[in-house]
């Protein structure tokens, strides 16, 4: 079992940076790859970035690519997600996931088995 918990969230102008954090809870964080994923009203859940159990590999949904940066510290049980040049449209509620085995990234909100509460951003014009 992995708890988690996002934080960091808030509002912000665009081009301006906000960092996200997901707290796990749970001795198999370690061995979960983890990914970001963004909700707003009458969408799906969108892909945002992800990453293997140890970071060794990342991947990003292309809207996001070159902006945001997503990493992990398994020695505090963390993830992050570091976003920068912000825009209106980035605007959602972002949700942390995790999915074992931990060696594989998928961009499926489905194939994550682990979610946060999540968190919202607000991107101002």
């Known amino acids: 079992q992995v708890q988690l918990v996002e934080s960091g969230g808030g509002m912000v102008q665009a081009g301006g940076s906000l960092s996200l954090s997901c707290a796990a809870s749970?001795?198999?964080?370690?061995?979960?790859?983890m990914a970001w994923f963004r909700q707003t009203p009458g969408k799906e859940r969108e892909f945002v970035a992800g990453?293997?159990?140890?970071?060794?590999?990342?991947f990003y949904g292309d809207s996001v690519k070159g902006r945001f940066t997503i990493s992990r510290d398994n020695a505090k049980n963390t993830v992050s997600l570091q976003m920068n040049s912000l825009k209106p449209e980035d605007t959602a509620v972002y949700y942390c996931?995790?999915?074992?085995?931990?060696?594989?990234?998928?961009?499926?909100?489905?194939?994550?088995?682990?979610w946060g509460q999540g968190t919202q951003v607000t991107v101002s014009s």
């Open positions: 749970g001795r198999t964080f370690n061995d979960h790859s």
């Open positions: 990453l293997t159990w140890n970071g060794g590999r990342t």
């Open positions: 996931a995790a999915r074992f085995p931990g060696h594989i990234i998928e961009t499926r909100a489905y194939d994550y088995a682990y």
